[in-house]
């Protein structure tokens, strides 16, 4: 079907419609510069749909079968699902030189838990896994789980499926592929999936971090809240942190983006490195 050329520009009362429906239920902030932005990424879905105008399917996205039938397919459109493996890796050399050891002390025979909060597709949740299966094969006591969660099913479905092109596994390194990656036998489109003994450590889960409740009911060690908070606003920021902040294990740290600094808050955080913090609380059982 052809697209109309009235498709190309949104007018601006339907542009506002989608604005207030991203900030509320998706909690991203969404100023006027971002038209162009939004009228590029719903595009592809006018061509899916077969519908020649923004207007056409703003009707149909707010009526009762798109709000059941299209919700899931308009957050991939809008939401960015940038991630890599071994990004930021300063942040993950100093998870195994600093922090590794210090909650391996505080959990002596425990499980260790970490949660990637915006794991999109699973890179950063399995670049955890491979870290800390080399420091459980030093320290053959402990054990550890990770919760890796996202608003986009999409990206969580590819995530659990763990296939990866050759370009997005070239950060892994060589020895770490051995390890970890099992190539695949198709030489015209080669890729890597992650062995299945570290994909049984990783559980996704659909959490939108704007809501009030996470249904999560246990502690985590170390939280990676990274390259996420720049895309809210300060009110939907402290919500944020305040919902991470009962979930974090007293003395459990917290990872935010290089970009990215904690908004000012009454939660008591230290700040222990670059866009690193911890949970300053007395150690209490659980």
């Excluded at 697209?3 to 902030?29: A, H, L, N, P, V």
């Excluded at 608003?151 to 997005?168: C, H, M, R």
């Excluded at 246990?218 to 942190?241: A, G, S, T, W």
Aim: aromatic share 12%; hydrophobic share 35%.
């Amino acid at each position: 079907m052809e697209i109309s050329s009235e498709s190309k520009s949104m007018k601006k009362e339907t542009f506002y419609k989608f604005r207030d429906y991203i900030q509320g239920q998706i909690g991203i902030s969404m100023p006027d510069a971002k038209k162009i932005m939004v009228e590029s990424r719903l595009l592809r879905r006018l061509r899916a749909l077969e519908i020649s105008t923004y207007e056409e399917y703003a009707k149909y996205f707010f009526s009762p079968l798109g709000q059941k039938e299209e919700i899931p397919r308009f957050i991939e459109c809008i939401t960015t699902n940038k991630t890599d493996f071994f990004r930021e890796v300063d942040h993950f050399n100093y998870l195994k030189s600093h922090v590794l050891p210090e909650i391996g002390n505080l959990e002596p025979r425990g499980e260790i838990r970490l949660w990637s909060a915006a794991s999109s597709t699973g890179e950063e949740a399995y670049t955890m896994a491979m870290f800390l299966e080399e420091f459980i094969q030093e320290n053959p006591n402990k054990s550890y789980k990770i919760l890796a969660t996202d608003i986009s099913e999409k990206v969580l479905a590819e995530g659990q499926n763990a296939v990866y092109s050759l370009a997005d596994s070239e950060p892994i390194p060589l020895n770490y592929k051995k390890k970890y990656c099992l190539l695949s036998k198709n030489k015209d489109e080669p890729t890597i999936r992650i062995k299945k003994d570290l994909r049984k450590k990783v559980l996704f889960k659909h959490i939108n971090l704007i809501t009030d409740s996470y249904k999560i009911k246990k502690l985590y060690h170390i939280i990676f809240l990274r390259n996420v908070m720049i895309y809210f606003n300060k009110e939907i920021q402290n919500k944020i942190l305040s919902n991470l902040y009962t979930h974090l294990h007293p003395e459990g740290y917290l990872f935010l983006g290089h970009s990215e600094n904690l908004p000012n808050s009454s939660l008591p955080f230290k700040r222990v490195g670059a866009s690193i913090y911890v949970k300053k609380e007395k150690v209490i059982n659980e």
